[in-house]
């Protein structure tokens, strides 16, 4: 069974760490990463910064970037593609020998987070002994299962995701609302404050798992 587990690791041990360390106040969610062989990667970043000529001029002389491009520039963040060459064994090994998805990968401060989904455990924990036998400091911050449905990948539980999709088809997210969470109590067998603990837990875990880059320090529940 497939295995979704956040993992951190100290910006020192990753890409970008000297651009983090001269642009501490630098930002970057990595929405989509691929590696092409076992020397590089190539990912597509957004990135903010209170100054983006410095944030240029740090990852122009970064050892781990090549290929520097520019792609968007909204003022307030900017989208960069990149290949990174140094410091990205742990990427690889996800990536080409374990053959796992990078979900969210987001660097901030002196850490990197990462969300991925392993083909099974086995699969982590090979990534767990490759981190150890490199000197890695791997923290694994959290381990779940995929269920045989897709809410699974979203971290909902089952009660969460059968609560949403009942809200969903009684129409208690329609403009006006044709039911409410008295209705959905009802039909659950549940009280209100049970029925509107899995909306908020099962919309944070959806936000979460679905839109945020950042996972934060959150856990399923």
């Known amino acids: 069974m497939s295995t979704i587990a956040e993992i951190e690791l100290p910006a020192q041990e990753f890409a970008l760490r000297t651009t983090l360390e001269q642009v501490p106040n630098a930002e970057f969610d990595v929405v989509r990463v691929a590696a092409h062989d076992t020397k ?5 970043i957004w990135a903010t910064a209170d100054d983006f000529d410095a944030l240029d001029d740090a990852l122009g002389d970064d050892p781990s970037v090549n290929e520097l491009t520019l792609l968007e520039d909204l003022g307030d ?20 020998e ?15 987070r990462l969300r991925i989904l392993f083909p099974n455990r086995d699969s982590l924990s090979a990534t767990y002994d490759f981190c150890e036998e ?12 995929m269920s045989e449905t897709r809410h699974g990948l979203f971290g909902l539980t089952e009660d969460q995701h059968e609560t949403l999709l009942m809200a969903l088809e009684s129409g208690y997210y329609d403009i006006p609302r044709e ?7 009802d039909s659950l067998d549940i009280s209100h404050q049970a029925v509107s603990e899995r909306l908020r837990r099962g919309h ?4 979460k798992n ?8 959150g856990r399923p529940r």
Not at 134 to 145: A, H, K, T
């Open 179 to 185: 039911s409410t969470a008295d209705d959905l109590a």
């Open 40 to 44: 590089q990667v190539l990912p597509y």
């Open 204 to 207: 944070r875990s959806l936000v």
């Open 134 to 145: 490199s000197g890695l400091s791997l923290n694994v911050r959290n381990i779940y299962e």
């Open 98 to 112: 374990e053959k796992a998805t990078i979900l969210n990968l987001h660097g901030k401060d002196s850490r990197w």
């Open 210 to 217: 679905a839109l945020a880059v950042n996972p934060g320090d």
């Open 77 to 96: 963040e900017r989208l960069y593609r990149m290949q990174w060459v140094e410091q990205i064994r742990v990427v690889i090994h996800i990536l080409v």
